[in-house]
Antibody
Framework: EVQLVESGGGLVQPGGSRRLSCAAS????????MHWVRQVPGKGPVWVSH????????QYADSVKGRFTISRDNAKNTLYLQMNSLRAEDTAVYYC??????????????????WGQGTMVTVSS | AIQMTQSPSSLSASVGDRVTITCRAS??????LGWYQQKPGEAPKLLIY???SLYSEVPSRFSGSGSGTDFTLTISSLQPEDFATYYC?????????FGQGTKVEIK
């Protein structure tokens, strides 16, 4: 079965750090771009970060740039999100998601086809 | 960043109704748009990619249309399992941006 399983969430003090992991199974992670998306309970999802298939290119939302680092270990089939200098507003469920390249005619499109179950990060003293 | 504006933010409908949700981008995004369904306690699920292509195993009562700045998700005959929140997501550029969501509730 193709799936993503996040771990590493929990309660963190403001200013603290946390590393989230996302283990892929049923497919080879190295073939796919990956993303992190977060969602405050009761609110809409917000894109956080992207990494290309070999880890050489990354993108970040302005709200996390300079504090969060996305990385991957393709040998371990695992994606990571290192979160530093955490703030109360980083409290959310964090999802990892796979970016699938769809071909329609001769055009390429991306979409998030597989999602993990999410891991909750709470930043509070 | 591209702003995605969905409307309505919520709607009440009955089983069998035709439902239409719209999403407007603050600039042209070609057909680089997906639609996602989310139920409470679950992760979002992909319904439509490339604005109008139905994802694998998604029922044919779901359809998408539009290009440029204006997009539509239509459910032709609402089923009990369709009561959920729907989001559009632009994949034209970074940062990726979601619409604020449309909650479809039972009338």
């Amino acid at each position: 079965e193709v799936q993503l399983v996040e771990s590493g969430g929990g309660l963190v003090q403001p200013g603290g750090s946390r590393r989230l992991s996302c283990a892929a199974s049923g497919f080879t992670l190295s073939g796919f771009w990956m993303h992190w998306v977060r969602q405050v309970p009761g609110k809409g999802p917000v894109w956080v970060s992207h990494i290309n298939s070999d880890g050489t290119t990354t993108q970040y939302a302005d709200s996390v740039k300079g504090r969060f680092t996305i990385s991957r270990d393709n040998a371990k089939n695992t994606l990571y999100l290192q979160m530093n200098s955490l703030r109360a507003e980083d409290t959310a469920v964090y999802y990892c998601t796979r970016d699938l390249d769809f071909v329609v005619g001769t055009a390429h499109f991306d979409a998030f086809d597989i999602w993990g179950q999410g891991t909750m990060v709470t930043v509070s003293s | 960043a591209i702003q995605m504006t969905q409307s309505p933010s919520s709607l009440s409908a009955s089983v069998g109704d035709r439902v239409t949700i719209t999403c407007r981008a603050s600039q042209a995004i070609r057909s680089d748009l997906g639609w996602y369904q989310q139920k409470p306690g679950e992760a979002p699920k992909l319904l439509i990619y490339a604005a109008s292509s139905l994802y694998s195993e998604v029922p044919s009562r779901f359809s998408g249309s539009g290009s440029g700045t204006d997009f539509t998700l239509t459910i032709s005959s609402l089923q009990p399992e369709d009561f959920a929140t729907y989001y559009c997501l632009q994949d034209y550029n970074y940062p990726r941006t979601f619409g604020q969501g449309t909650k479809v509730e039972i009338k």
